[in-house]
C-alpha cells in the first residue's frame, strides 16, 4: 500500500507518485511551489491556515495542499482563478486581523506572512473591524509573546506538545476569541515552559519571540567606566554567518571574534573553554559516582531547557543531575574570580556578555543560583542585529582569535554543539582518566547523528559504561519511560533543542533539515581540525587548576562550579 | 435473558396488554416541550384528582412529544380503546377533564386535540410512530409495538453483508442533512480489518429551532438503540457511543434508562438474543459546542480532545474513533434502520422520492401556527408542510420565506412553496436539508437580520482553527451590521457574496463550508432588502433599530411619529397629538377611523400582551378636538409662491398633496368630478365608517387654509387638461383613483335585472341613493374591501341573507382581517372557495347564482394557493341580487383633450420614480398610478408628489418641517400584562336599523389608560432616565 505509485495530473502535467504523498510534495516534484503558512514539514500538518489550498477537479471544495493525499486519477490545479481567489482573501482575512507594525516588529526580516503578501500582491485589505486584543507577555526573560501578531498557525502549538512535549503553550477559545496561550496561566513564566525557545524557530510573524537585550549591551560598550566581556557558545561559530551570506555550514569562528573585538567588547572568549572544563568536573563526577556508588544514572547539566524541565516534569530525578555548572554558567563564575585575579578590573566594573544558541540561556543567568555571575545573554540572532546595525560587512573581515585565559579549546568543546557532543567528550576523556590508556579512536559514531535516541555501551577498562543520548524533551520523556521499565544507563546526555544547540531556540530561522546537518558537518569538521580533541589535554585548563582550582572536584571547584536544582512546582 | 423466540413471544402478550380494551390510562405528555409547558403540575394535579375521584385503579403514565408542541401540556385518556388527547392543558383545566370524562362520561370536545386533523392526517410516521404513543421509561410498551424485532430478525435472519444489502437497496440516506448513503457508508467500515470498530450514533442536535433527534431520544429512545446494534452487527462492531449534547439531560436519563432495561433483557451487551453478538452502548455528553456535530470533531471529542475537526482523508468509516474504522450516523437514521430490516427495503422505497426514500422529521419552528415536529414522506412541499399541516402562520400573517437546515442552511423564499424536499432538490434552491430544522418566518422578519443571527451564531461556534471560519464569520457579521446599522455601501453586497463563496471554498469542516449559506440566500431571495437597507436606510420589518426612531413610526407608511402623539395623549395635550399627525398626515380623522394601521402588527408590545390600539388614540385625538376644542388647528401657510397648482381628484392622494402645496405658499386648485368632496373617502368608504360630516370637517383644514375646491368638474369633459395650461396652472396632480370596476364576465350578467357592480352601488348609497334590497338574498363576488363595504351596507339596508362569494380560501381574502370579523358577526355568510360562473335569471331578475367548487392548486407567486376547480361540483346559491367586486381600475376620461398622459398595460397612469409622467409638467399618483391601496398608501403619495412637484417649481422639496423633539419618559412603563382597551361599538340590532357609525370611540380615560401601555420605543436610553 505504501509503496503503490498513482497517476496524477498538476496543472496539466503528469506525474506518477506514491499514493499518499500530500499534494504539497508531489507539486514540488514538479518545481511548482505551492505557497504555505501554517505548513511545517513533518511538524505541522493541520491545514489551518487555508493558503496552500488547491482546486482538485471533479470536487466541489479546495482542498488544503499539505495535507490532502493523491490518489490515482486526480487533476489538481495549483494555479487557477478560484485557487488565487481564495487565497488572497485568506491572506487579507489574517491581515485584517493583525497588527501590522512591520518597520518596527522584531520579525520585519523573518515574517512569512509579510513574505507572502508581498507575493500575492496584496494591495488593500478590505476589512475593517475588531482586531484581536491581548497584552503582550513579557513575563519572562527569555521568551516574549504577542498574540496579536499571533495567525494561529499553531506551529508553536505542535512543537510545544509533538516535539518538546511540554504543553506550555495551547489553542484556547473558540471562533474569533481563539488564541495560542499558556495552558491554564495567564503568562507563560506561570506555565510549564522550559523557555527553550524551539516556538520562536518556527513562528511565522513577531507573535513568539526572544526577549532582546541588545540595547543594554550597547549601553555597557559605550559606558567607558565598564568593561565587557564576551563568551560565545560552540554552536554560534558554526550558524551565525546565515544571517548574512544565506549559506548554512560555514565555519565563523574567526570572523565572529573580530566582530565582536569590533563592536568592543573588551575581551573576547570562549565558552568553548569551559566547555573543556565542564568535561573535567562532569568525567570527574562520573567517574566518582561508578566508584563510590552515587546515584546513576548520571545526567548531564548543560541545557537550561534541560533543566527546567527535569524540574518541572522529573523532580524525583533531579539526584541524577550533574551538579556542574552549564559552560556559560562555570564561565560567569570564573569571569568574577579567576579572570578578575589575572586581569586590571574591578568586579563593579565587570559585564559579562554570552553569545548563546539558546533563549533559555538568558533564563539561566537570573537563576536564584547563579544570578550575577552572567550579565546579559544574547542569542545568534541578536548578536546578528548588532554586526548589521553597527554596519560592517560580516564576510568582509579578518580574522581574528580568541583572548587568551580563557581562550583556547579543544575539539571536544567544539562537539557540545551537537546533539551526543556531550558524551562524545566525556567518554574522551573519562576512558582515559580510568584506563589511564590512550584513547586511539576519538570518534563515537554511535552518539552521533539525529537519531531521536541514542545508545552506546562503552567498554571502559573492564566496565560496560552504558550511555544514552536524547535531544528533544519528549525523547528526553522516552528515556524516562526506559528508566522506569528498568532499563539501565550510566550516564545520559539529554539536550532540550532537537539537534542539540546546533538546533537551538536561539540560531537563525528557517532551519531545515538540511541547514541543521550542515550545522553539525561543521561542528564535527572544527572538532577534526583541532591538534587537541580531548578536554583533559588543554593546556589552559591545566594551567586553571594548577594555578587555581588544584584539582577536579576541589572545594574551589565546587563553589565556583557546581550547584543543585529544586523542584519546580506548579 | 431472552433469546429471539422468547421476544416474539413476549412481544405478544405485551402487545395484548398494552392494547387491552380494558387497560384505561392517563397519559401525560412529558416530552421536554410538555414540561417547559408545564406537564410537571399537570401531573401533580392528575394524581391528586384521581385519588380524590376515587379513580386509584386508575394507571397514569407518561409519555414523549406528540409532535404538536403548540397545544402542550397534553393529557390523554385512553378509554374503550380510544385516545381523547386534550391539549393546552393547565391544572385547572386538566382536573374539570378528569371529572367530565371519567366521572361524568362527557367529553369535552373543545378542549380535544382533532386526531384527524391534517396535521396528523397527513403526516407518514416511521421513526415518531412511538413517540407521544408509548411511555419511554418503560421497555415493555417498547417491545408490544414492536420494539427489538427488527434486531431479532436481523440476528435470525441475515448475515452482515446481507443486513447492509438491505439497507443500501432502501437508499437510506443520511437524515444528520448530507445525505450520504448509509449503506455504503456500513459497506465500507464492514470492509476494514480493524478488530475493534465502533458505531457512533450523533445526538449532538446543535442547529437553532431544531429538536427532531432530542424528542426521538425522549419519546422512543429503544428504536435508537435498535438501530445501533443492527448497525454494529453489519460492520462487525461492538462498541457503541451515543455523542449526546449535555443539554438534553431527560434525554440522557431515558437512554440511559433505557440502556440498563435493554442490557436487562438480553437486548443489548453481551450474546445478544443468544445469538452469539454482543453489542454494548455507552453514553458521552457533548459540552456544547456546534463543531462537535462534524464527525471528525466530534471524534476528537471523544478521544476527550479539544472538539476540532481534521482533514479527510481518511473518513471516519477508514480511521475514525482511537483510529478504527467508524460509522457514524444520526439518531433518526439510525432510528430508521430498525422498521426496515422488518418490513424490508421495497416498503420503505416505496414511501418518500426515488432518489430520497422514506420520510423525513422537520421541527417546525418561528412564526408558524402549529410549532412542533411532523413526519412527512420525502417530496412533501414546504407549501403543505406549512399550510395544511402546521395551519398557516401564526395570528395569519404572510409567509415570508422559511428556513432549512439552520445556521447552515438557507431560506425557501415564498415562490419555492412547492418543491419537493429532498436532499437535491433543496439544494438547488441554496438551502440544505439539514437536520430538519424549519424556521417559518413572516413579513415581521429582516432577512439582513436574519442573515446576521446565523453568521453570528456560526461566528461564535467556529472552533477558530481555519482562517476563512475563524476570521471571514466574523467579517461577514461586522458587513451585515454596518448594514443594518445603514452604514452599508452597495459595493458591500458584492463584498458579501465574494466572502460567501469564498469561506465555503476554503473553510476546513462543514461548519465554515455552510456558515455562508444563510447570508448567500438571503441576498439572493431578498437582494431588494438589502438596497432597502442600505440605499434608503429602511427596514420594512422594523426589525434594524438604529434605522428607525420606533418600529411603529417606521412600519408607518405616512412615517407618522406615533409614541409622541400618543405621549401627548398621555399627557392631556390632545392638540399637541393632532399636529403632530397632522405634520405628517392631514387626514387625522380619517385615518383615526378607516386606517388598517400597519404601525400596530410592529409594535412591540405584542410581545407583552397585544399591540397598543394606535388608530384608536388617533381618532380619539381628531374626535376630542372636534367635540371640546371646537375643531381642528389650522397650519400655518409659509410665504405666498405666486403659482398655481391644479389636483385633479379629492380623495386621500388629492387631498394630501394639496395641503403640503398649499402649506408651502402654492396656489391649489383642486378638481373634483362629483358633488362630494372625498373621492373614496367620500364615496366608497360606508358612512358606518366614516360619516360623511366628519370627513368634511377634516376637508375643511384644507379650505381654511385657502385650497380652492371645485367640485361637478370633470378633467377631460367639463374641462380639459390644456384648459389648465392655459389657465395658468404651472402643474397639474392627477389624482384620479381608479372608479371603474373591473368587468366580472359572468355568463348571464348582461342587461339582467338584479346585477350591479360594487363601485356603482356604493357611489350610489353614499349620494343618499335608496335601493330596496329589504328582505332580498343578495352574493357580492369578491373578497377584498370593497365586497366588505358592500356586504355591511346590504346588512343595513335590511337584506335577507347577504353571501360573500369567493375563489381562494377565507385566510387567503386581501380584505382587511378586522372587517371580515366585523361583516361575519354582522352575519354575512362568507363561502370561500367557490367560483361565479353564470347568473341564472327569471323573466330577466336574477333568481341563482351558478358556481362551481374550487379546490387549492399549487402555491402561487402570493404564497396563496391557486383556485383550481372541481370537476362536476356545481352549487347553486338562491339569490335576488349579484354585485360583483372584483377589482378597480382607472377611467381614462381626462385624456380627451390635445394631451395624452400615458398608460400602462394594467391600465394605470405610467410615471417615473418623481411622480411625473410622459408629460414633464403633470404628476400622478395613489390609486391611478398603484392601482387600489390603502388610504394611508395613498397619504403617503400624496405627500412625496407634493415634495416632488415643489422641487419641479423651484422649491427645496421639504414638505415636512422637522423639529427636534427631546424624548423622554414622562411616565412609568407599563411592562406587566394588560389587553388593549377594545373599541366600543354598537349593537347588532342598532347596525341593521342604519347606517349609524359602528365604533364609538374611547372616553377620556380610555384613552389615557390605552395611551398608558406605550413602551416608548422611541426613547433609546429609558434606563438612565428611568
Redesign the interface.
Known amino acids: 500500500m505504501e509503496n503503490k505509485l498513482v497517476n496524477i495530473e498538476i496543472d496539466g502535467e503528469n506525474l506518477e507518485v506514491e499514493a499518499g504523498t500530500s499534494i504539497l510534495d508531489a507539486a514540488k516534484m514538479l518545481n511548482k511551489n505551492i505557497p504555505t503558512l501554517c505548513y511545517l514539514e513533518e511538524k505541522n500538518l493541520?491545514?489551518?491556515?487555508?493558503?496552500c489550498?488547491v482546486e482538485i477537479e471533479n470536487t466541489d471544495?479546495?482542498a488544503?495542499s499539505c495535507?490532502?493525499?493523491v490518489?490515482d486519477g486526480l487533476k489538481i490545479k495549483t494555479n487557477s482563478s478560484?485557487v488565487r481567489?481564495?487565497r488572497k482573501?485568506?491572506l487579507e482575512?489574517?491581515l485584517?486581523?493583525h497588527n501590522i507594525e512591520c518597520p518596527s516588529c522584531i520579525s520585519n526580516e523573518s515574517c512569512e506572512l509579510r513574505e507572502i503578501a508581498e507575493e500575492f500582491g496584496v494591495r488593500e485589505v478590505?476589512?475593517?473591524?475588531?482586531k484581536s486584543s491581548y497584552k503582550m507577555d513579557e513575563s519572562t526573560p527569555s521568551i516574549f509573546r504577542d498574540p496579536e501578531k499571533c495567525?494561529?498557525c499553531?506551529r508553536c502549538e505542535s512543537v510545544c506538545s509533538d516535539i518538546q512535549s511540554v504543553e506550555a503553550v495551547q489553542?484556547f477559545?473558540?471562533?474569533?476569541?481563539?488564541v495560542i496561550k499558556p495552558s491554564f496561566y495567564d503568562n507563560l513564566a506561570d506555565s510549564p515552559c522550559v523557555l527553550c525557545g524551539q516556538c520562536t524557530l518556527v513562528c511565522p510573524t513577531g507573535a513568539l519571540r526572544e526577549k532582546e537585550y541588545i540595547n543594554e549591551v550597547w549601553q555597557a560598550l559605550d559606558d567607558p567606566e565598564k568593561h565587557v566581556i564576551v563568551q560565545t557558545a560552540p554552536a554560534v561559530r558554526v550558524a551565525l554567518s546565515e544571517a548574512f551570506s544565506g549559506k548554512s555550514g560555514e565555519i565563523c569562528t574567526e570572523k565572529m571574534v573580530t566582530a565582536l573585538r569590533k563592536l568592543g567588547f573588551d575581551k573576547v572568549f570562549d565558552t568553548n573553554f569551559t566547555a573543556d572544563l565542564t568535561i573535567i568536573e562532569e568525567a570527574n563526577e562520573l567517574i566518582e559516582r561508578v566508584e563510590q556508588g552515587g546515584k546513576l544514572p548520571l545526567f548531564t547539566s548543560c541545557s537550561p531547557g534541560w533543566i527546567n524541565f527535569i524540574e518541572e516534569y522529573y523532580p524525583d530525578y533531579l539526584d541524577n543531575l550533574s551538579s556542574c555548572k552549564s559552560p556559560q554558567q562555570m564561565f560567569g563564575a570564573l569571569a568574577h574570580s579567576y579572570y578578575l585575579d589575572n586581569a586590571e578590573v574591578e568586579e563593579k566594573d565587570l559585564v559579562v556578555v554570552s553569545i548563546m544558541p539558546c533563549t533559555a540561556k538568558k533564563f539561566e543567568a537570573q537563576r536564584d543560583e547563579m544570578a550575577g555571575d552572567v550579565d546579559y545573554v544574547l542569542t545568534t540572532r541578536e548578536l546578528a542585529q548588532m554586526i548589521k546595525e553597527a554596519g560592517f560587512s560580516f564576510e568582509n573581515l579578518e580574522d581574528g582569535n580568541f583572548d587568551q585565559l580563557m581562550g583556547n579549546s579543544t575539539g571536544a568543546a567544539a562537539i557540545f554543539a551537537s546533539t551526543g557532543g556531550v558524551m562524545e567528550a566525556a567518554i574522551r576523556t573519562a576512558y582515559e582518566k580510568i584506563t589511564g590508556e590512550e584513547l586511539k579512536e576519538v570518534n563515537i559514531e554511535s552518539v552521533r547523528g539525529f537519531d531521536q535516541i541514542k545508545k552506546a555501551t562503552v567498554n571502559i577498562g573492564g566496565l560496560e559504561v552504558k550511555a544514552a543520548v536524547a535531544h528533544g524533551l519528549s525523547n528526553a520523556r522516552k528515556v524516562f519511560e526506559m528508566i522506569e521499565e528498568g532499563e539501565v544507563f550510566h550516564f545520559i546526555e539529554f539536550m532540550a533543542c532537537p539537534g542539540g544547540c546546533l538546533g537551538g531556540g536561539g540560531q537563525p530561522l528557517f532551519a531545515d533539515k538540511e541547514v541543521l546537518n550542515n550545522r553539525m558537518k561543521a561542528i564535527y569538521e572544527i572538532d577534526e581540525n583541532k591538534q587537541i580533541r580531548k578536554s583533559h589535554e588543554n593546556p589552559d585548563i591545566k594551567k586553571l587548576y594548577d594555578n587555581y582550582l588544584d584539582h577536579p572536584g576541589s572545594e574551589l571547584a565546587h563553589k565556583l562550579l557546581h550547584t543543585e536544582y529544586q523542584p519546580k512546582r506548579f | 435473558m431472552l433469546n429471539i423466540k422468547e421476544l416474539e413471544s413476549i412481544q405478544k402478550d405485551l402487545y395484548n396488554e398494552y392494547s387491552d380494551i380494558k387497560k384505561d390510562r392517563i397519559i401525560i405528555g412529558m416530552g421536554t416541550c410538555g414540561i417547559a409547558a408545564g406537564a410537571e403540575e399537570i401531573l401533580t394535579a392528575v394524581k391528586k384528582e384521581i385519588k380524590k375521584l376515587g379513580l386509584n385503579n386508575l394507571e397514569i403514565s407518561i409519555t414523549g412529544c406528540l409532535g404538536i408542541c403548540a397545544e402542550e401540556p397534553i393529557m390523554e385518556i385512553r378509554t374503550d380503546n380510544k385516545r381523547f388527547i386534550y391539549g393546552n392543558l393547565n391544572p385547572e383545566k386538566a382536573r374539570a377533564v378528569l371529572k367530565s370524562h371519567l366521572v361524568e362520561g362527557n367529553i369535552i370536545n373543545r378542549w380535544l386535540i382533532d386526531q384527524n386533523s391534517d396535521f396528523f392526517n397527513k403526516q407518514e410516521r416511521i421513526v415518531l410512530r412511538n413517540c407521544g404513543n408509548i411511555n419511554p421509561e418503560n421497555i415493555e410498551e417498547t417491545i408490544a409495538n414492536s420494539g427489538y424485532l427488527g434486531l431479532a430478525e436481523t440476528l435470525k435472519n441475515f448475515s452482515p453483508a446481507e443486513v447492509i444489502k438491505i439497507i443500501k437497496d432502501a437508499k437510506l440516506r443520511g437524515r444528520g442533512g448530507a445525505g450520504f448513503p448509509t449503506g455504503l457508508k456500513w459497506e465500507i467500515a464492514a470492509k476494514s480489518n480493524d478488530r475493534e470498530k465502533y458505531v457512533i450514533c450523533n445526538a449532538d442536535e446543535g442547529d437553532p429551532g431544531a429538536f427532531m433527534d432530542r424528542s426521538i431520544l425522549e419519546g422512543d429512545p429503544h428504536r435508537l438503540l435498535e438501530g445501533m446494534a443492527i448497525a454494529g452487527y453489519a460492520i462487525g462492531a461492538s462498541i457503541g457511543f451515543i455523542y449526546c449534547r449535555a443539554e438534553y439531560p431527560l434525554a440522557i436519563k431515558r437512554l440511559k434508562n433505557a440502556i440498563k432495561e435493554a442490557e436487562e433483557m438480553g437486548l443489548l451487551g453481551e450474546n445478544i438474543l443468544e445469538s452469539g453478538y454482543d453489542f454494548k452502548i455507552n453514553i458521552r455528553l457533548g459540552a456544547g459546542a456546534f463543531v462537535c456535530g462534524e464527525e471528525t470533531s466530534l471524534i476528537a471529542s471523544i478521544e476527550g480532545k479539544r472538539g476540532e475537526p481534521r482533514s479527510k482523508p481518511p473518513f471516519p468509516v477508514e480511521s475514525g474513533l482511537f483510529g478504527k474504522a467508524t460509522v457514524i450516523n444520526n439518531v433518526e437514521t439510525l432510528s430508521n434502520v430498525p422498521e426496515i430490516m422488518r418490513n424490508g427495503s421495497e416498503w420503505f422505497k416505496s414511501i418518500g422520492t426515488e432518489a430520497s426514500p422514506g420520510t423525513k422529521v422537520f421541527a417546525l419552528a418561528g412564526k408558524i401556527k402549529t410549532n412542533g415536529l411532523v413526519e412527512v414522506p420525502m417530496g412533501t412541499t414546504p407549501g403543505e408542510i406549512i399550510f395544511d399541516i402546521c395551519g398557516g402562520l401564526e395570528k395569519d400573517a404572510e409567509f415570508k420565506a422559511a428556513q432549512t437546515g439552520g445556521p447552515s442552511g438557507g431560506c425557501i423564499p415564498i415562490e419555492h412553496l412547492n418543491v419537493p424536499i429532498d436532499y437535491d432538490s433543496l439544494k438547488e434552491l441554496g438551502t440544505i436539508m439539514g437536520s430538519g430544522g424549519l424556521i417559518v418566518m413572516d413579513e415581521q422578519t429582516c432577512m439582513v437580520d436574519l442573515a446576521k443571527y446565523f453568521i453570528d451564531f456560526c461566528k461564535d461556534e467556529s472552533c477558530g482553527q481555519c482562517t476563512s471560519c475563524r476570521i471571514g464569520t466574523t467579517r461577514m457579521l461586522e458587513i451585515l451590521e454596518k448594514i443594518s446599522e445603514g452604514r452599508g455601501e452597495k459595493k458591500d453586497i458584492d463584498l458579501l457574496l465574494e466572502m460567501g463563496e469564498v469561506i465555503k471554498d476554503s473553510s476546513f469542516c462543514g461548519l465554515g463550508q455552510s456558515a455562508p449559506n444563510p447570508v448567500l440566500s438571503t441576498i439572493r431571495y431578498f437582494k431588494d432588502e438589502y438596497l432597502d437597507h442600505i440605499e434608503n436606510h429602511h427596514c420594512d420589518s422594523s426589525v434594524c433599530a438604529s434605522l428607525f426612531t420606533s418600529p411603529c413610526q417606521n412600519a408607518c407608511p405616512a412615517n407618522v411619529d406615533i409614541p409622541l402623539y400618543i405621549d401627548s395623549i398621555r399627557q392631556g395635550d390632545y392638540k399637541r397629538a393632532y399636529q403632530i399627525i397632522q405634520s405628517e398626515n392631514p387626514l387625522v380623522l380619517v385615518c383615526g377611523r378607516v386606517c388598517y394601521n400597519l404601525c400596530e402588527n410592529a409594535c412591540n408590545r405584542d410581545g407583552i400582551d397585544e399591540s397598543l390600539a394606535i388608530r384608536e388614540l388617533k381618532r380619539f385625538a381628531s374626535d376630542y378636538l372636534l367635540k371640546d376644542e371646537g375643531g381642528f388647528p389650522i397650519p400655518e401657510v409659509e410665504a405666498e409662491i405666486d403659482k398655481k397648482i391644479a389636483i385633479i381628484g379629492s380623495g386621500p392622494s388629492g387631498l394630501t398633496a394639496a395641503f403640503y402645496l398649499r402649506k408651502k405658499g402654492y396656489q391649489v386648485t383642486i378638481f373634483e368630478a362629483e358633488t362630494e368632496v372625498g373621492g373614496m373617502l367620500a364615496l366608497g368608504i360606508p358612512e358606518y365608517r366614516l360619516p360623511k360630516d366628519l370627513l368634511n370637517e377634516e376637508i375643511g383644514v384644507l379650505t381654511a387654509m385657502g385650497v380652492e375646491i371645485v367640485v361637478n368638474t370633470k378633467v377631460g369633459e367639463d374641462i380639459l387638461i390644456e384648459d389648465l395650461r392655459e389657465e395658468g396652472f404651472w402643474a397639474v396632480y392627477m389624482a384620479v383613483g381608479a372608479q371603474k370596476d373591473r368587468q366580472l364576465n359572468i355568463e348571464g350578467s348582461e342587461g339582467v335585472e338584479g346585477y350591479y357592480s360594487a363601485l356603482d352601488v356604493l357611489k350610489d348609497l353614499n349620494q343618499g341613493h335608496e335601493f330596496d334590497f329589504k328582505d332580498k338574498k343578495i352574493s357580492v363576488i369578491g373578497g377584498g374591501n370593497a365586497a366588505i363595504d358592500t356586504a355591511r351596507n346590504m346588512i343595513r339596508l335590511g337584506a335577507d341573507e347577504v353571501n360573500i362569494i369567493y375563489r381562494r380560501s377565507k385566510s387567503d381574502m386581501p380584505a382587511h382581517k378586522d372587517e371580515i370579523k366585523e361583516a361575519e358577526y354582522e352575519k354575512v355568510n362568507i363561502y370561500s372557495q367557490l367560483n361565479p360562473h353564470r347568473i341564472h335569471s327569471e323573466n330577466n331578475k336574477v333568481i341563482k347564482l351558478e358556481c362551481s367548487k374550487v379546490k387549492g392548486g399549487k402555491f402561487d407567486k402570493s404564497g396563496r394557493r391557486k383556485p383550481v376547480e372541481i370537476e362536476d361540483s356545481k352549487v347553486m346559491i338562491d339569490t335576488d341580487i349579484v354585485i360583483s367586486a372584483v377589482g378597480q381600475e382607472v377611467e381614462e376620461y381626462f385624456n380627451n383633450g390635445k394631451f395624452e398622459v400615458k398608460l400602462t398595460n394594467d391600465n394605470l397612469i405610467k410615471t417615473e420614480e418623481d411622480f411625473s409622467t410622459n408629460i414633464d409638467w403633470i404628476f400622478a399618483g395613489g390609486d391611478c398610478v398603484s392601482g387600489p391601496s390603502t388610504v394611508v398608501e395613498s397619504i403617503q403619495q400624496g405627500k412625496k408628489a407634493a415634495s416632488e412637484i415643489d422641487k419641479y417649481l423651484g422649491g427645496n422639496g421639504i414638505v415636512v418641517n422637522k423639529e427636534e423633539v427631546e424624548r423622554i419618559i414622562s411616565g412609568p412603563i407599563l411592562e406587566e400584562q394588560k389587553s388593549r382597551i377594545k373599541m366600543p361599538t354598537i349593537l347588532l340590532s342598532e347596525r341593521k336599523r342604519g347606517f349609524k357609525e359602528v365604533e364609538k370611540g374611547y372616553s377620556l380615560d380610555q384613552a389615557v389608560e390605552e395611551a398608558s401601555r406605550c413602551l416608548r420605543c422611541d426613547v433609546k436610553e429609558k434606563e438612565e432616565v428611568i
Open positions: 493541520i491545514g489551518s491556515c487555508r493558503i489550498l471544495k479546495l488544503a495535507i490532502t493525499p490518489s478560484r481567489k481564495n482573501m485568506n482575512f489574517l485584517s486581523d478590505r476589512f475593517e473591524g475588531k495567525i494561529l499553531r489553542v477559545g473558540r471562533g474569533f476569541e481563539t
